[in-house]
């Protein structure tokens, strides 16, 4: 069994911030493989279902991101997991926008959800780290998190989504390399190989053939003509 975590803030105020990405991710997988509808349970909203052969719960903590650990140990514990059972989805500001990595184990940046699953799980848990890209400065970082996706943003937070749902049976199953895969494939899909020909004008019509000119008379030729 997995128990899979998207990390971010209860309520209608923050669903559609860049802090939740987390959220959005698990809703993603839930929606396209036939979860089970969420309900409340271990301080948070839980969904059940499979992905490929495994048996997965998907977990929203409601304790607010710098909390989520207390919900993620006592799902934990109920279900008897190891942290190695354990994927969380969170933001990352280190990457930019679209751009995701798989990491397992590590420390937690200052972000205070993983701060938060280190105190109450432990630091061997698999991270999916969500690139929201950087404001640019450290006393923006708060606001920026907190504030919803732009509109421009869109296109990319969908592909980034549909990739991961794509690939969520690669992941649950521990195959990092073909989760990355079906994100890429999503996010940064394959040029075609082939250049399309030019296309060709219409054929130049063909010259007329020049009438075909006599051979040269000879000086004997000519005057044996004068006397004809």
């Known amino acids: 069994m997995k128990l899979i975590v998207g990390l971010g803030n209860p309520g209608r105020k923050y669903a559609a911030n860049r802090h939740n990405i987390g959220f959005m991710a698990v809703d993603r997988i839930a929606a396209d493989h036939g979860f089970t509808p969420w309900r409340a349970k271990f301080q948070g909203q839980i969904a059940e279902g ?6 997965v719960i998907l977990l929203k903590p409601e304790t607010f991101m710098n909390l989520s650990g207390q919900s993620v140990g006592e799902a934990m514990r109920f279900f008897k997991l190891d942290p190695q059972d354990v994927i969380v989805f969170h933001d990352e500001l ?4 679209g751009k995701l990595r798989v990491k397992q184990g590590g420390g937690h940046a200052g972000h ?5 699953m280190h105190a109450h799980v432990g630091p061997d848990f698999t991270r999916v ?4 890209g950087h ?3 450290k006393e923006l970082v ?3 998190v907190l504030h919803d996706f732009a509109q421009s943003d869109r296109d990319w937070l969908d592909d980034l989504l549909r990739g991961i ?3 969520a049976a690669a992941l ?13 494939l999503r996010t940064a899909p394959p040029r075609s190989s082939t250049t399309p020909k030019p296309e060709r004008g219409p054929e130049p019509a063909p010259k007329p053939e020049a009438e075909p000119r006599e051979p040269p008379r000879s000086a004997l030729q000519k005057l044996v003509d004068r006397f004809r």
């Open 50 to 55: 499979r992905l490929g052969h495994e048996k």
């Open 94 to 97: 280190d990457l930019a926008p």
């Open 112 to 116: 205070n959800g993983l701060r938060s």
């Open 129 to 132: 780290r969500l690139g929201i």
């Open 135 to 137: 404001p640019g400065r």
């Open 142 to 144: 708060s606001g920026y």
């Open 165 to 167: 749902s794509d690939g």
């Open 172 to 184: 649950a199953e521990g195959d990092g390399g073909r989760f990355m895969n079906a994100v890429a």
